[in-house]
DNA sequence: TTATCCTGCATGCCTAGGCATATAGTTCCT
DNA sequence: AGGAACTATATGCCTAGGCATGCAGGATAA
């Protein structure tokens, strides 16, 4: 690239947000993130970020089932069974009936998922502290946390940004 | 779901930052705005987020490389290629020889794709607004867009999260 | 009960992006 | 000049997710 575009988005203004611009950068952030965290789950632990994140729900939520996840990460219940049926192939999940209503399963780790999920917790929150510390960790951090915490909930309770399926 | 599961994410610390959950609250805030933007940007304009973003960065940077889109939404050469191409056939960008290196092709917009992203972009940027001014048109907006103004230029600056191809 | 409607999810088809490769064009050395 | 080494990107194959559909199971009402 000739030149360098940041420049502009990264000025300090007064006044309201840029909102667009904003928005590029925290595409662009989360972009950069994702793809540094699965390089370093893919090597260490033959996972990337969004089966860890899969393992780590059901660690901390036993007995959801793929609706519950479909909607924690706002994508399709289809490609959800399907990222369960990958993370079942390979042991790290169990489907048991749901005796209350059989069309659907409860979801939990087995033991190797469990013990998977705790190891690349440690590489997950090791990777992302040595690629934000620096920025986040400084004394606007908390602030940030806080906004895009009441982001999310705002979002989530007016059910914005769900796929169809 | 059974039970929402943000109440722990929006707890109010001192401390350092739980940055796992920072992560979570920022991937699921832009993986459902992403979605909701292009949901308008579909039925108003038929286009996606992404391909809005393609065009608003040529309209912006016009004579641009495949290369040099690659590089600014930290994807691969090949995809950009591809998104290129289809942008192509909707004759809204055009590869013209690069007259200094003809392994490469200057890109830019046509007329007709000139038109679509100013209009797209009004789209865009009032979607945008309607969905997150509440919270981030807050006090603590600009701390936030600041913060990641940052982190994008370190990363960046870095080369972190380059996807290989 | 039983016919009808509703729900949860598994599955098929389609598209987009990652990675590997192929190729044309460029640079460097000699 | 001639060839080795490098570079930009187009292309093929593979995977993951979106949307539509199918079906088993559950809820409802007569």
Redo the contacts with the bound molecule.
């Keep these: 690239m000739q030149d360098k575009i940041y420049a502009m988005a990264s000025k300090s203004s007064r006044g309201p947000i840029d909102l667009p611009g904003f928005f590029a950068d925290l595409v662009r952030c989360e972009t950069r993130l994702y793809?540094a965290l699965n390089d370093r789950l893919r090597e260490r632990h033959g996972i990337?970020t969004?089966q860890f994140e899969f393992l780590r729900f059901l660690r901390d939520h036993p007995g959801s089932?793929?609706?519950d996840l479909a909607t924690e990460f706002?994508?399709?219940?289809?490609?959800t069974?399907?990222?369960?049926?990958?993370l079942e192939k390979q042991a790290w999940v169990i489907?048991r009936t749901?005796p209350s209503?059989?069309?659907?399963?409860l979801l939990d780790l087995t033991a190797a998922g469990l013990q998977l999920v705790e190891a690349a917790e440690a590489t997950f929150t090791k990777a992302l502290a040595e690629l934000t510390a620096d920025v986040l960790g400084g004394p606007s951090g908390p602030a940030a946390a806080q906004i895009f915490s009441e982001l999310r909930s705002v979002l989530e309770r007016d059910q914005i940004g769900l796929?169809?399926?």
């Design positions: 793809n990337v969004s089932r793929v609706a706002a994508i399709g219940i289809g490609a069974s399907k990222g369960i049926d990958r489907r749901n209503d059989r069309r659907s399963s796929p169809t399926g």
